[in-house]
């Protein structure tokens, strides 16, 4: 079974202590309750970066222009329970957008420090990666979930650093 498309998009800004990413907790959907980025589904016939311009709008109200995206990798994410949910992930990144972001049925938006994310209240793959992608590299990571679908098995680094 071939994974799903998706994509991730964390808007990034400096504050005065620092960087700070913004992330959102999940109101509907795969992952509710849990703080994620911004993204989701890839629609047939868009390209990743389509997509998630699209997302971020959708989920946050904030206009993303492909052209202001950077490429920070992909994480394939395996639910060997579950392949149905099996998902190949596009992560970006961003520092320029237009508006403010707002809350919709899906998201509610808010800044995090990001020497300080609130990885307790995320997927438990995100201590993994999120850091490291967040920092600047570009990540080629698999992370394979355990049979309860949520804590994480293996993570396996093909490129970056660990």
Same mark, same amino acid.
């Given at each position: 079974?071939?994974? %799903?498309?998706? =994509?991730?998009?964390?808007?990034?800004?400096?504050a005065?202590?620092?960087?700070? &990413?913004?992330?959102?907790?999940?109101r509907?959907? /795969?992952? =509710?309750g849990?703080?994620v980025?911004?993204?989701?589904?890839?629609?047939?016939g868009?390209?990743?970066?389509?997509?998630?311009?699209?997302?971020?709008?959708?989920?946050?109200? &904030?206009?993303?222009?492909?052209?202001?995206?950077?490429?920070?990798? &992909? &994480? !394939? /994410?395996?639910f060997?329970?579950?392949?149905?949910w099996?998902?190949y992930?596009?992560? /970006? %990144? %961003?520092?320029?957008?237009?508006?403010?972001?707002a !809350?919709?049925?899906e998201? =509610?938006?808010? $800044? /995090?420090?990001?020497?300080?994310?609130?990885?307790?209240?995320? $997927?438990?793959?995100?201590?993994? $990666?999120l850091?490291?992608?967040?920092?600047?590299?570009?990540?080629?990571?698999?992370?394979?979930?355990?049979?309860?679908?949520e804590?994480?098995?293996?993570?396996?680094?093909?490129?970056?650093?660990m």
């Amino acid at each position: 079974m071939k994974p %799903t498309p998706v =994509t991730l998009c964390f808007l990034l800004r400096d504050a005065e202590n620092g960087t700070e &990413v913004l992330l959102g907790l999940k109101r509907t959907g /795969f992952g =509710t309750g849990k703080i994620v980025g911004l993204g989701g589904h890839v629609e047939v016939g868009e390209s990743d970066a389509e997509a998630v311009v699209r997302e971020v709008w959708e989920e946050a109200g &904030v206009i993303v222009r492909q052209e202001d995206l950077a490429h920070a990798g &992909v &994480v !394939e /994410f395996l639910f060997p329970s579950r392949p149905e949910w099996n998902m190949y992930c596009r992560l /970006f %990144t %961003t520092r320029r957008w237009e508006g403010e972001p707002a !809350e919709s049925s899906e998201i =509610t938006p808010e $800044w /995090f420090h990001t020497g300080a994310l609130p990885l307790h209240l995320m $997927w438990q793959d995100a201590e993994h $990666w999120l850091p490291s992608a967040l920092a600047g590299e570009v990540l080629d990571v698999v992370v394979v979930l355990n049979e309860d679908n949520e804590t994480v098995a293996s993570v396996e680094r093909l490129s970056g650093e660990m």
